[in-house]
C-alpha cells in the first residue's frame, strides 16, 4: 500500500506538477526511498518483499516457503489496491487529473500506452532484465554471507536504478501488484495488465534459479537484525 501510494503517487502528482516537477529521476527516487524505508521498518517481520515477483523469486532460489506464496501474493495485491484507491481519493480533486492516456494514473503499458511508445518486444526485455537483476540484488543483498545491516540500501538503490531505464519504456513495474493496483483505476491499462505479471515473475524465476545454481543454498539474513534485550537477571 504504501510502495504504490508514495511511488505511484510521486509519479501522478508531483512529476509533472509545474514549477516543481521532479521529473524521472524524482519518480525513480521515490519508489527506491519507499522499498528501503519498508524493508528497515517490516524486513524483519514479514521477509519486505512487497512484490510478487520477488516472492515467487525467493522461493525457486530455495529462501522462502512456496506454502506461503498464495498468501503473500493476494496480500501484496491487495495493498497495491488499496494505495491506489487512498492515492485516486487524493489525487482526482486535483486540476486536470485523468486517468487516460499512456502512464495515466502511474499505469503501465506497451505500444500506444507506452510512455515512449516502446513494442511489446522492448518493454518485456526491459522488464525481464530489470526484474532479473532487481531480484538478484535482493537475494545476494539477503545472504547470510553478505555483509550485514546494507540490504534495505542496496535494494532500495538497485530499484531507483532499474526504474531510471524502465520508466520511459513501460512506466516500470517489476511489480505485478504495483500495476495492478493503479490499473483498476484506468480502463486502458487492464487489458495490457497481463504482461506486467508475466514479464515480472519470468525474470524473477530466473534470477532465483540461477541464484540456487551458481551460489547454492544460505540461510536468508533478514535486512535488519531485530535487537533483543537481554533478559534481566534474578537477584
Known amino acids: 500500500m504504501i510502495l504504490v501510494f508514495g511511488g505511484c503517487g510521486a509519479g501522478v502528482i508531483s512529476a509533472g506538477f509545474p514549477g516543481v516537477g521532479i521529473g524521472f529521476l524524482g519518480v525513480a527516487l521515490a519508489f527506491g526511498l519507499t522499498v528501503l524505508a519498508g524493508i528497515y521498518a517490516m524486513g524483519h517481520i ?111 538503490l538497485t530499484l531507483t536504478l532499474a526504474l531510471l531505464v524502465a520508466i520511459p519504456v513501460s512506466n516500470a513495474s517489476l511489480n505485478p501488484a504495483r500495476s495492478t493496483g493503479p490499473a483498476l483505476f484506468a480502463s486502458q491499462a487492464l487489458p495490457q495488465l497481463w504482461a506486467f505479471w508475466v514479464f515480472p515473475i519470468i525474470g524473477a524465476l530466473i534470477a532465483g534459479a540461477a541464484y540456487k545454481f551458481l551460489f547454492g543454498l544460505a540461510p536468508v539474513r533478514p535486512a535488519v537484525t531485530p535487537t533483543v534485550p537481554a533478559p534481566e537477571s534474578g537477584v
Do not use: C, K, M
Open 46 to 156: 514479514s521477509g519486505g518483499h512487497f512484490n510478487p515477483a520477488v516472492t515467487l523469486g525467493a522461493a525457486t532460489a530455495g529462501r522462502f516457503d512456496w506454502r506461503d506464496v498464495p498468501l503473500y501474493i493476494v496480500v501484496q495485491t491487495l495493498g497495491a489496491a488499496a494505495g491506489a484507491s487512498l492515492l485516486y481519493l487524493v489525487a482526482r480533486g486535483g486540476p486536470g487529473f485523468s486517468t487516460a492516456g499512456p502512464g495515466g494514473f502511474a499505469t503501465n503499458g506497451y505500444a500506444e500506452l507506452s510512455p515512449g511508445a516502446y513494442p511489446l518486444l522492448s518493454v518485456g526485455l526491459v522488464e525481464i532484465i530489470l526484474t532479473f537483476i532487481f531480484v538478484t540484488v535482493i537475494l545476494g543483498a539477503t545472504d547470510v554471507r553478505a555483509p550485514s545491516g546494507f540490504a534495505g540500501i542496496a535494494i532500495g
